[in-house]
């Protein structure tokens, strides 16, 4: 774990909520969407493949450990989890709660208009309450 590093772009376009065991927990940075990343700690990691069998197992329990805090932080209508890497290779995990009629619906966030960020003080506060959440879930 000591050599891992946030990719700058994950790190720009997002605000810190928590570290787990294995991954750190962001909130993007777009008020539109309420969405959290899920970044693995290990170095060199671009693909679910590259983590070893018990890394994958913890992957799956924090996605659903945070999905389920999001869900319920939000009451979103649905709840989007997916890894692209096309644009920032670093492995993270998208988990995005959707809105029928959201600025995007029904199609995906990615290329969606411009990001429209959250105020500080209420992108801290979602940031905290979202990592009180998330821990609980995992506890």
């Known amino acids: 774990m ?5 990719d700058d772009r994950l790190s720009g376009d997002s605000l810190a909520v928590l570290d787990l065991d294995l991954c750190t927990v962001r909130l993007m940075n777009d008020a539109r969407f309420p969405w959290l990343l899920l970044i693995p ?4 990691v671009t693909e679910l493949v590259d983590l070893g ?8 329990e924090e996605v659903a450990g945070a999905g389920k805090a999001l869900k319920a932080a939000s009451h979103c209508d649905k709840l989007n989890v997916g890894a692209l890497g096309n644009m920032v290779p670093q492995l993270h995990i998208h988990i995005v709660a959707r ?7 029904p199609g995906p966030v990615w290329g969606s208009g411009a990001a429209e960020p ?4 209420s992108g801290r506060d979602l940031a905290e309450r979202l990592g009180q959440a998330v821990a609980w879930q995992l506890q």
């Not at 000591?2 to 946030?6: A, E, G, V, Y």
Request: glycine residues 8%; charged residues 30%; negative net charge.
């Open 2 to 6: 000591s050599d891992f590093t946030l």
């Open 41 to 44: 700690m290990r170095a060199g």
């Open 53 to 60: 069998v018990d890394d994958r197992l913890r992957l799956i």
């Open 99 to 105: 809105f029928v009629g959201d600025a995007a619906w």
């Open 118 to 121: 959250y105020a500080p003080d």
